[in-house]
């Protein structure tokens, strides 16, 4: 049976992979986009997260047209790398906006109806680096190191009602976030990689949808790494 997918930041990179995931799988999928063009074969509406009256507009309309959203897929975030000494606090703040407050945002609207359905599937997206640190990134680190903590609260206070939520951490992944970073530093990522190259958008699609599977009843709370084998251990 189709479902109503929500996947926010879903107009490019990893969101717009698992957003075809969904809809190859047969789901009604919409997609947030924040700039560009919205993109072809999904409900596509306009939301910057960091705005709590857009995320209302957004899913006010994501109801009429699809219906409640029944899974719903945290994805849109940003980095905005710096030096400690050199890291300004809006630098720090605005990360946290997005990646941990915006997530709190779209994740707690999604609720009102998973709540009252009963039942509901949500899947954080953070990153190896979340779990295992990262030099020149402490505020996308503590932003991606926030969802696991916010994750694993809300599966403890909503999983008699149902709901399971669950976190994908992906290591280096092929989009435009990572194609700032020069050859010499995709070659020493590379090298700490067990499997010795970068993800597919794909790759971290199958992750998430599995979770929002019902193969996937009995997993909540659970940090799923798709790294290559970056993060082993964590
Ligand atoms: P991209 O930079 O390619 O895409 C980021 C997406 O997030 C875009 O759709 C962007 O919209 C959206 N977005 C950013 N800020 C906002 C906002 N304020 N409101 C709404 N949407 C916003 O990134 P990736 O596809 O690589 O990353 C997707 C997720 O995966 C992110 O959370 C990222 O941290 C995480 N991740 C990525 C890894 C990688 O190696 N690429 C590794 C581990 C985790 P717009 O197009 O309008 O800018």
Redesign the pocket.
């Known amino acids: 049976m189709s479902r109503s997918v929500l996947v926010?930041?879903?107009?490019?990179?990893?969101?717009?992979?698992i957003a075809q995931a969904f809809a190859d799988a047969g789901d009604n999928v919409a997609v947030?986009?924040?700039?560009?063009e919205p993109p072809a074969g999904f409900l596509a509406v306009r939301?910057?997260?960091?705005?709590a009256e857009?995320v209302e507009q957004a899913y006010k309309e994501i109801e009429e047209k699809q219906g409640p959203v029944e899974v719903l897929v945290?994805?849109?975030?940003?980095?905005k790398d710096q030096l400690l000494m050199r890291m300004t606090e809006e630098d720090f703040t605005s990360v946290l906006?997005?990646?941990l407050t915006?997530t709190f945002r779209v994740v707690k609207r999604a609720n009102r109806a998973m709540l009252r359905a009963r039942k509901g599937r949500v899947v954080l997206?953070?990153?190896?680096?979340g779990l295992v640190g990262s030099a020149g990134q402490a505020n996308?680190a503590a932003s991606?190191a926030g969802l696991v903590g916010f994750a694993r609260s809300l599966a403890r206070e909503l999983g008699s009602r149902n709901i399971t939520f669950n976190v994908v951490?992906?290591?280096?992944?092929?989009?435009?976030?990572?194609k700032v970073l020069t050859d010499e530093q995709r070659a020493g990522i590379v090298g700490q990689v067990p499997l010795g190259r970068?993800?597919q958008?794909a790759e971290?699609a199958a992750a998430v949808r599995f979770l929002a599977s019902d193969d996937a009843a009995y997993i909540t709370g659970a940090v799923i790494p798709v790294?290559g084998g970056l993060g082993m251990g964590h």
């Open positions: 926010t930041g879903g107009n490019r990179g990893i969101g717009l992979a947030t986009y924040r700039s560009g939301c910057d997260i960091t705005d857009q945290a994805n849109a975030g940003v980095t906006d997005t990646n915006g997206i953070s990153s190896v680096v996308y991606k951490a992906p290591g280096f992944v092929d989009t435009d976030m990572t970068y993800a958008p971290i790294d």
